[in-house]
């Protein structure tokens, strides 16, 4: 499964630079699991998804605990961390790895006419051969995909192979 997380460019830029390892957010999805593709769309002025990761672990915490993480991995500075935050006793860490920033990035014109995707406010689930498309278009290796022999499907090559390992 993939997810489209909308992020601000300054975030991206320390994503794909390997200084920023987990992403923050006042709420997630129970489905989002390990595994899981990250599909980083950078928000104004980019307005475009850049780039991928592969989600390794998502974890509630209370914001104290929570802002020891996002000082050394979170890319982000305490008064903008508790701005964020303000308000709740608990956030999310998503942590990430294998961060790699696309070729050619899908503008979000090309997000709603090719794929009938709209610009989420935070996160979105997409399908997978909608995922499969958007690496394409980024230029990164989908993989190909077949059945095994348990009933699951098995990719061999790019991001789809990463997010099932």
Known sequence: MAYIFSIKPEYCAQIF???KTVELRR?????ISVGSLMLVY???PTKAITGVAVITSVNAMPLHSLWSVAEREGGILRDAFFSYFDGLEDGFAISIRS????PVPVPLSAMMEKYELQAPQSYREIPDHVTAALLRHGQISAGHQHSDPSGGCKSHTGFLRLAAA
């Open 99 to 102: 961060a790699t920033k696309f």
């Open 27 to 31: 709420r997630v999805s129970p489905r």
């Open 17 to 19: 630079d390997g200084l």
């Open 42 to 44: 950078e928000t104004m």
